[in-house]
């Protein structure tokens, strides 16, 4: 099983639905993350959590928001969908007792906004 | 000014080609530095990590950090087709977040 997992892995919507991707670890690790990727921009950082309680905005948070349930667990939600939200969405983890810790990412999530 | 710049190629080469591949950033600050690989449909994988500056060899592949001219590369010895993916660096200050380049796509052709 994969140490972070994302679902689902696919997703099409229409515009204007919510919608909820959902990001779980088994690494222990404190710290999360969720990221889209774009051809020709990279990984741009949408949220991030360094534990339960803490929540921060990263480059693109809007029109997103963010709910850390448990250590183990991240979800990203689009509340109301646009098409230039269609992307590749990754979420990562990291151990946040030292400093030098790498970011370990899921599978992605593909969603297409209609 | 981007804090990670990166060319994101396309590059292309044949089978056993030496394979170069690189960064420059703006943050001095960052002290770990990384490569990433990532296969079509997948999710990036470590591939290199380094400390401060300095050269770090695995197998075929050898990262190296100048951060006296805040560059950073990775050298990719006798490429493989199974090499074809798109390499994105990656670095980091103390304990603070990620900075990621747009990832270079290579191809080596057989």
């Known amino acids: 099983d994969a140490d972070v997992t994302q679902t689902p892995r696919n997703r099409i919507t229409k515009t204007g639905k919510r919608i909820m991707l959902e990001c779980s670890q088994t690494k222990g690790h404190d710290r999360m993350y969720w990221y889209r990727q774009d051809p020709g921009l990279g990984l741009r950082l949408i949220y991030y959590?360094?534990?339960?309680?803490?929540?921060n905005k990263g480059e693109i948070s809007d029109g997103y928001s963010v709910s850390r349930q448990a250590q183990a667990k991240f979800s990203l939600s689009l509340e109301s969908a646009i098409p230039n939200q269609t992307a590749l969405y990754f979420c990562?983890?990291?151990?946040?007792?030292?400093?030098?810790?790498?970011?370990?990412f899921g599978q992605g999530t593909r969603l297409t906004v209609v | 000014q981007k804090e990670v710049e990166q060319d994101p190629g396309p590059l292309s080469v044949p089978e056993g080609a030496i394979v170069s591949l690189n960064c420059t950033y703006s943050n001095s600050a960052f002290q770990y530095f990384m490569w990433y690989r990532q296969y079509s449909r997948k999710g990036p994988e470590l591939l290199m990590y380094t400390y401060s500056s300095g050269n770090k060899e695995d197998g075929r592949f050898t990262a190296q950090v100048d951060k006296s001219s805040k560059y950073i590369s990775l050298f990719i010895r006798d490429s493989q087709p199974s090499d074809s993916a798109t390499y994105l660096c990656?670095?980091?200050?103390?304990?603070?977040?990620?900075?990621f380049g747009t990832g270079t796509s290579l191809t080596v052709i057989p």
């Open positions: 990656a670095m980091k200050a103390t304990g603070n977040q990620f900075y």
């Open positions: 990562a983890t990291s151990d946040g007792s030292g400093p030098e810790g790498e970011a370990f």
């Open positions: 959590s360094f534990d339960v309680k803490d929540i």
